[in-house]
């Protein structure tokens, strides 16, 4: 590594070193430490991921939700009930992340995967219109489109009712 070089074979100080590449003294001084190769290959980095959690559950806890799952195939939902009947104390979304984290969640056999039709693509603005319904009183009183058809062709606008513009057999009065 060119650091390490540089301190070793060309008699840099470790401050101008660091201060040549932007980094701390402290690091200069560990990169020539780890160094094997007087300089000649890259110092190999540590990862700075954390061995463990601080907070994680315990493995016992962990074993017994895995035990659990595997005695009855029971869903995290169940698996969390029946934990706290036993008096472990878990939160759900961490039976959820530990039944993830070993494989054994999985989506159900029974679920329904939905294919929605492709929606209609307008040919110009305002060609597609929106609308929505409201529910509200007793039904009677509810403007159905069969109304709505029955009242715009009493009105005489064409179109209204059928898409021939006449009515079939008298069915509209």
Same mark, same amino acid.
């Given at each position: 590594?060119?650091?390490?070089?540089?301190?070793?074979?060309?008699?840099?100080?470790? *401050?101008?070193?660091?201060?040549?590449? #932007?980094?701390?003294?402290?690091?200069?001084?560990?990169?020539?430490? *780890?160094?094997?190769?007087?300089?000649? *290959?890259?110092?190999?980095?540590?990862?700075?991921?954390?061995?463990?959690?601080?907070?994680?559950?315990?493995?016992?806890?962990?074993?017994?939700? $895995?035990?659990?799952?595997?005695?009855?195939?029971?869903?995290?939902?169940?698996?969390?009930?029946? $934990?706290?009947?036993?008096?472990?104390?878990?939160?759900?979304?961490?039976?959820?992340?530990?039944?993830?984290?070993?494989?054994?969640?999985?989506?159900?056999?029974?679920?329904?995967?939905?294919?929605?039709? $492709?929606?209609?693509?307008?040919?110009?603005?305002?060609?597609?219109?929106?609308?929505?319904?409201?529910?509200?009183?007793?039904?009677?009183?509810?403007?159905?489109?069969? *109304? $709505?058809?029955?009242?715009?062709?009493?009105?005489?606008?064409?179109?209204? #009712?059928?898409?021939?513009?006449?009515?079939?057999?008298?069915?509209?009065?």
């Amino acid at each position: 590594m060119l650091a390490v070089r540089k301190v070793k074979y060309e008699g840099w100080s470790l *401050r101008q070193t660091a201060r040549y590449f #932007g980094v701390e003294p402290s690091t200069v001084l560990r990169w020539c430490r *780890r160094d094997t190769s007087n300089g000649w *290959r890259p110092v190999l980095t540590e990862s700075s991921r954390p061995n463990h959690h601080p907070r994680e559950l315990p493995r016992p806890t962990v074993d017994l939700i $895995l035990a659990l799952r595997q005695e009855r195939n029971q869903c995290a939902e169940i698996l969390h009930h029946r $934990l706290l009947n036993k008096n472990v104390a878990v939160s759900l979304s961490s039976v959820k992340r530990v039944l993830r984290r070993f494989g054994c969640s999985r989506f159900s056999k029974w679920k329904k995967w939905h294919q929605y039709p $492709l929606r209609p693509m307008p040919e110009k603005p305002g060609f597609l219109v929106e609308i929505d319904t409201v529910h509200e009183g007793a039904p009677q009183d509810r403007l159905s489109r069969l *109304r $709505l058809d029955r009242r715009l062709f009493k009105m005489g606008v064409r179109g209204a #009712g059928h898409a021939c513009d006449q009515p079939c057999h008298g069915e509209i009065p």
